[in-house]
């Protein structure tokens, strides 16, 4: 009489098929990892070591720190560089504008003592074009 349950016998086939599947899907991917490997491989270890470069916190390279000190020196009353200026750096020192930014809002946090009478200065210099003598 079959009522419909499975035998011990067709359970253990069952998994045998099952177990053959796994191991050769197993197979397959080691199989397709190693191509892409071989054919990817030079373009992804040059990635890893473009990220890991980009994650790597510190100090700025020397040169480049003194690029960003010898414009912060020559505009020193007002160093907001213009987004020129950013270009010009970022093309100088090898960074990237983020970079740039940073060192400069950093540098004026830390160094920066703007004089008081500066927003007045700035006004007067403009004002002489709102005033002409008759």
Same mark, same amino acid.
């Given at each position: ?9 067709? *359970? ?8 053959? &599947?796994?191991?050769? &899907? ?39 720190? &003194? ?23 970022? *093309?100088?020192?090898?960074?990237? &504008? ?37």
């Amino acid at each position: 009489m079959d009522d419909g349950a499975v035998s011990s016998d067709e *359970e253990l086939r069952e998994g045998d098929d099952v177990a053959t &599947q796994d191991s050769q &899907q197993r197979s397959n991917d080691r199989e397709l990892k190693d191509q892409l490997l071989r054919k990817f491989g030079s373009h992804i270890s040059s990635l890893k070591l473009e990220f890991s470069k980009k994650k790597k916190k510190g100090k700025l390279p020397r040169e480049a720190r &003194q690029a960003l000190l010898d414009w912060w020196n020559v505009h020193y009353k007002w160093p907001y560089p213009t987004e020129a200026d950013k270009i010009a750096l970022a *093309e100088e020192t090898g960074l990237d &504008q983020k970079q740039i930014n940073n060192w400069f809002i950093n540098q004026r946090k830390r160094h920066w003592k703007p004089s008081q009478n500066m927003p007045f200065a700035m006004m007067d210099d403009s004002s002489e074009t709102f005033f002409t003598e008759e």
